[in-house]
């Protein structure tokens, strides 16, 4: 089985209106998160900006949340900007909907495969996993894989997922011989 990785290389943009000039995307930028105590009760925001204007937007992390409901370590984490921290709010489905962004993965991601394809025996199997969620459709991500055109796919191609469903959890394929 050859393993074949799908892994980001930068965080994705965020699909965001910018409430100043229209614009629908945003970055993390180096990634930079407020905290604002009231008293026992902390704000956490992940600052974005949108890439036309600059303008800085806060996306809440969390609201009015009492002070020890936070993991020391995380808390921490929020105040140094800790970018693995920066990294999974951002990639948190629950955040991103809460916050009513979507992520733009266009060029923040990559395919890793390995190069010894020529000595495989036909059929190939290959195992797909993600490092990262990244959404991908099957069929297109195999056709990048392979240098195969969509028609080659759909016909030396069996798979165990549907392969026109855009998915981020991993799934395996055979590759046959051409005929
Ligand atoms: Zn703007």
């Known amino acids: 089985m050859l393993p074949w990785v799908v892994r980001r290389t930068r965080l994705p943009l965020l699909s965001l ?3 100043d000039c229209r614009s629908e995307s ?4 180096e990634g930079r998160f407020r905290v604002n105590a009231n008293g026992k009760l902390l704000d956490v925001w992940l600052l974005v900006r949108c890439v036309s204007c600059d303008r800085t937007s806060k996306l809440t992390v969390h609201e009015r949340a009492p002070v020890r409901s936070l993991d020391p370590a995380q808390l921490d984490g929020y105040l140094v900007n800790d970018p693995g921290l920066v990294a999974s709010r951002l ?5 991103a909907q809460r916050n009513h962004f979507t992520l733009d993965w266009t060029g923040a991601w990559r395919l890793e495969t390995p190069s010894a394809w020529l000595d495989e025996a036909w059929p190939v ?3 797909v996993t ?4 990244v ?3 099957p069929e ?3 056709a990048r894989g392979l240098g195969l055109s969509r028609n ?3 016909r030396r191609i069996k798979c165990d997922v549907s392969l026109r469903r855009t998915t981020s959890t991993g799934f395996t394929f055979t590759v046959m011989a051409e005929n």
Do not use: K, S
């Open 125 to 127: 199997q290959v195992e």
């Open 152 to 154: 080659e796919v759909l």
């Open 26 to 29: 945003a970055t993390t930028g």
């Open 135 to 137: 959404p991908v459709r």
């Open 91 to 95: 990639l948190d489905p629950l955040f």
């Open 17 to 19: 209106r910018c409430v």
């Open 130 to 133: 993600f490092d990262d969620p």
């Open 140 to 142: 297109r991500l195999i």
